[in-house]
Every structure is written in structure tokens, then in C-alpha cells.
Nanobody, 128 residues
């Protein structure tokens, strides 16, 4: 059974940094997708950053976080991270880790429909 467990959320002032982590377990495929999404109150869940765990190691970022956020994967620790710098109040949201495996990628890497497993989320609050 696949499990995704996020940690690292918290409260920070604008301009600050946070690092989120997601412990991934139970995926036996050699090629799979991992991503971070976020959802603010009253808004749809949106993709933040995605990473393909395969020979290609493709990375994709939402335009709103390019240059500020960095996604990374530690294969040995099976941990997906999201380093978030220069945080803005607009970054405040619940952040979710997501994974997909074993099926063709039929959607964009930052599309919620591309993922079949989700973590419980970790809250990020950025104050101005």
C-alpha cells in the first residue's frame, strides 16, 4: 500500500523560507511521478512542482513558483522535498504530496488528474 506522509509546514513571514518533506513508501514501480500541490481556502488544488522518478528525471514548476521553489528527490531515503524561498502571502495553503505509477501519463504533470495517491497535507502560512 502506497503511503505519502508530509511534514515541514508552518508559519513564516513574507520573504522567509520553509522546506517540506514527503516520505514515500510502497511504490514498487521503477518509473513514477511525484509532485507537490497546494490548495488555499475557496480555491482549486493547483500543481506546484513535479518530478518524474525515472531515467529522465524530468522536473516541472508552476510559473508562480519558478525561481523560488525547488523540488528534489532522495531515492535512498525515499523522500520528496520542496524547498520554498522568498515566500509570499499568496503561497499560503495546504500543501499535498502526490504520486502516480503504473499507467500512461495522460495529463500534464501539474494536473490533479495525473495522480492517484495523495498525502494528508501540511499547512503553510505566510504573513505579510
Amino acid at each position: 500500500q502506497v503511503q505519502l506522509v508530509e511534514s515541514g509546514g508552518g508559519s513564516v513571514q513574507a520573504g522567509g523560507s520553509l522546506k517540506l518533506s514527503c516520505e514515500v513508501s510502497g511504490i514498487t514501480a521503477t518509473s513514477y511521478l511525484l509532485a507537490w500541490f497546494r490548495q488555499a481556502p475557496g480555491k482549486e488544488r493547483e500543481g506546484v512542482a513535479a518530478f518524474t522518478v525515472s531515467d529522465f528525471g524530468r522536473i516541472k514548476y508552476a510559473d508562480s513558483v519558478k525561481g523560488r521553489f525547488t523540488i528534489s528527490w532522495d531515492h535512498g531515503k525515499e523522500t520528496l522535498s520542496l524547498q520554498m524561498n522568498t515566500l509570499e502571502p499568496e503561497d499560503s495553503a495546504m500543501y499535498y504530496c502526490a504520486a502516480d505509477w503504473g499507467r500512461p501519463v495522460g495529463w500534464g504533470l501539474l494536473d490533479v488528474r495525473a495522480y492517484q495517491s495523495w498525502g494528508q497535507g501540511t499547512q503553510v502560512t505566510v504573513s505579510s
